[in-house]
């Protein structure tokens, strides 16, 4: 059974940092890329950053939203079966549900193209 958990959601005051992890169950880090997604209430889902799967071409490639840049960085560890997000310099409108997906196809932005999703962790940046 494939699973994919959140954690490390929560309050962060403007400037602040955290760091979420997606621990997959069930599938290979190396045959899936993973996905970060977030919702605010009332929008979209919007693609964060991705990372690609291990093998192939793309390996090690990752993705990062414009509004995102400079500030967010995803890693993998393979051993751990586990993908992070590390989220600097947070600004309120970072607040959102962040959720990780895997897509065993690409590397895409498109959340349709996921195959498999998490439950969403809670991220809310306010002093």
């Known amino acids: 059974q494939v699973q994919l958990v959140e954690s490390g959601g929560g309050l962060a005051q403007p400037g602040g940092s955290l760091r979420l992890s997606c621990a997959v169950t069930g599938l290979s880090l190396d045959d899936y890329a993973i996905g970060w997604f977030r919702q605010a209430p009332g929008k979209g889902r919007e693609a964060v950053s991705c990372i690609s799967s291990s093998d192939g071409t793309r390996s090690d490639a990752t993705s990062y939203a414009d509004s995102v840049k400079g500030r967010f960085t995803i890693s993998r560890d393979n051993a751990k079966n586990t993908v992070y997000l590390q989220m600097n310099s947070l600004k309120p409108e970072d607040t959102a549900v962040y959720y990780c997906?895997?897509?065993?196809?690409?590397?895409?932005?498109?959340?349709?193209?996921?195959?498999?999703w998490g439950q969403g962790t809670q991220v809310t940046v306010s002093s």
């Open positions: 997906a895997a897509a065993y196809s690409g590397f895409p932005r498109n959340p349709d193209e996921y195959d498999y």
